[in-house]
């Protein structure tokens, strides 16, 4: 019965407050709110808008754009090469490895005669223009080939 007599106790409490708005509006407030709004009114159409950095209005997209394009290359490019196999990465080398392994066929099947003339020859020195070299680069290489073998 204890909650019994403490919420009559807060009854009593409550209906011994005076009734009525707690709030009100100071005195003359209304009198002269016409003319102060008005005057606010004319000072904030008075006040010439700041404008917007050009530089920063146009860079915006491009900034996230970019920012987009690093995100991506941190969240896909930098984990797949941590954790591929160095060998998969690693192809330049497997074209000098062929290379290698022709020249060995080719000089393991020779007979001793034709080696040692091959050595005794005297080495001709040929003269090759740019103009032929760019033309047997261009048609027996490609870009992307051009592109892999540069080591940088």
């Given at each position: 019965?204890?909650?019994?007599?403490?919420?009559?106790?807060?009854?009593?409490?409550?209906?011994?407050?005076?009734?009525?708005?707690?709030?009100?509006?100071?005195?003359?407030?209304?009198?002269?709110?016409?003319?102060?709004?008005?005057?606010?009114?004319?000072?904030?159409?008075?006040?010439?808008?700041?404008?917007?950095?050009?530089?920063?209005?146009?860079?915006?997209?491009?900034?996230?754009?970019?920012?987009?394009?690093?995100?991506?290359?941190?969240?896909?490019?930098w984990?797949?090469?941590?954790?591929?196999?160095?060998?998969?990465?690693?192809?330049?080398?497997?074209?000098n490895?062929?290379?290698?392994?022709?020249?060995?066929?080719?000089?393991?099947?020779?007979?001793?005669?034709?080696?040692?003339?091959?050595?005794?020859?005297?080495?001709?020195?040929?003269?090759?223009?740019?103009?032929?070299?760019?033309?047997?680069?261009?048609a027996?290489?490609?870009?992307?080939?051009?592109?892999?073998?540069?080591?940088y």
């Open positions: 019965m204890g909650k019994m007599d403490e919420s009559k106790n807060k009854f009593s409490e409550l209906s011994n407050l005076k009734k009525g708005q707690p709030f009100r509006v100071p005195n003359h407030y209304f009198d002269d709110f016409s003319a102060r709004l008005q005057n606010k009114l004319d000072a904030e159409s008075m006040k010439v808008p700041e404008p917007q950095n050009l530089i920063i209005r146009v860079l915006k997209p491009a900034l996230g754009l970019a920012a987009s394009f690093a995100l991506i290359l941190m969240l896909v490019y984990p797949l090469k941590l954790f591929t196999p160095k060998e998969m990465v690693d192809n330049t080398n497997l074209g490895e062929f290379i290698d392994y022709e020249y060995r066929t080719m000089v393991e099947g020779m007979d001793e005669n034709s080696f040692y003339v091959l050595l005794s020859e005297p080495v001709q020195k040929v003269e090759i223009s740019d103009d032929d070299l760019l033309n047997y680069l261009s027996s290489i490609s870009d992307y080939d051009v592109y892999i073998g540069t080591d």
